[in-house]
């Protein structure tokens, strides 16, 4: 099984910031990796697929980089509404995996 | 516009069986693959199996934790997607999802709002 490690497990931002989060895969993935934003008592959201393709209808202060087995989901100006838990998830090959998630909280 | 809507949740005691439905529209259903993805409370995302579609024989896959217990099958006539669970234990308590994969990018790019299903006795 491909393990899926985000890193940090939390942090805390004020709005405006900048946050990066990152995800590492025990072994490569082809940039099968996607990242999910989950509010309290929602579904998850797709934000990236592809590693760093956009999901229609996100808005561009979100992107993803990387190759292989390290990505990073970065936000540019953190706003209000983007505090949530954000997964990566591999869809490479089964089983399917997903990080641990990365809770993102008002400083 | 793209609906998955879960149903059939609920209590259930350990060793009970219960089947979740997946009601989708706005989509050929028939094109795609269809996952369950389940999320126990307070903790992250779990992958629970797949089904594919008629062209891919409606084969599935199914996680470790699941296999031998949990069967996903789906009825293209009613856009619908089932996962039937039997033999369920306490650690299968958990919002289960329906997600979409897309056709040709493989992500899960819609999800149902998810069904809670509780086992305890």
């Known amino acids: 099984d491909i393990q899926m490690t985000q890193s940090p497990s939390s942090l805390s931002a004020s709005v405006g910031d900048r946050v990066t989060i990152t995800c590492r895969a025990s072994q490569g993935v082809n940039n099968y990796l996607a990242w999910f934003q989950q509010k309290p008592g929602k579904a998850p959201k797709c934000l990236i697929y592809?590693?760093?393709s956009l999901q229609s209808g996100v808005p561009s202060k979100f992107s993803g980089s990387g190759s292989g087995t390290d990505f990073t989901l970065t936000i540019s100006s953190l706003q209000p509404e983007d505090f949530a838990t954000y997964y990566c998830q591999q869809y490479n090959s089964y089983p399917l995996t997903f990080g641990g998630g990365t809770k993102v909280e008002i400083k | 516009e793209v609906q998955l809507v879960e149903s059939g949740g609920g209590l259930v005691q350990p060793g009970g069986s219960l089947r979740l439905s997946c009601a989708a529209s706005?989509?050929?259903?028939?094109?795609?693959?269809m996952d369950w993805v389940r999320q126990a409370p307070g903790k992250g995302l779990e992958w629970v199996g797949r089904?594919?579609?008629?062209?891919?024989?409606?084969?599935?896959e199914y996680a470790a934790s699941v296999r031998g217990r949990f069967t996903i099958s789906r009825d293209d006539s009613k856009n619908s997607l089932y996962l039937q669970m039997n033999s369920l234990k306490t650690e299968d308590t958990a919002v289960y999802y329906c997600?979409?994969?897309?056709?040709?990018?493989?992500?899960?790019?819609?999800w149902g709002q998810g069904i809670l299903v509780t086992v305890s006795s």
């Open positions: 997600a979409r994969r897309a056709v040709t990018t493989f992500y899960f790019d819609y």
């Open positions: 706005g989509f050929t259903f028939s094109d795609h693959y």
């Open positions: 089904i594919r579609n008629k062209v891919n024989s409606y084969s599935t």
């Open positions: 592809a590693a760093s």
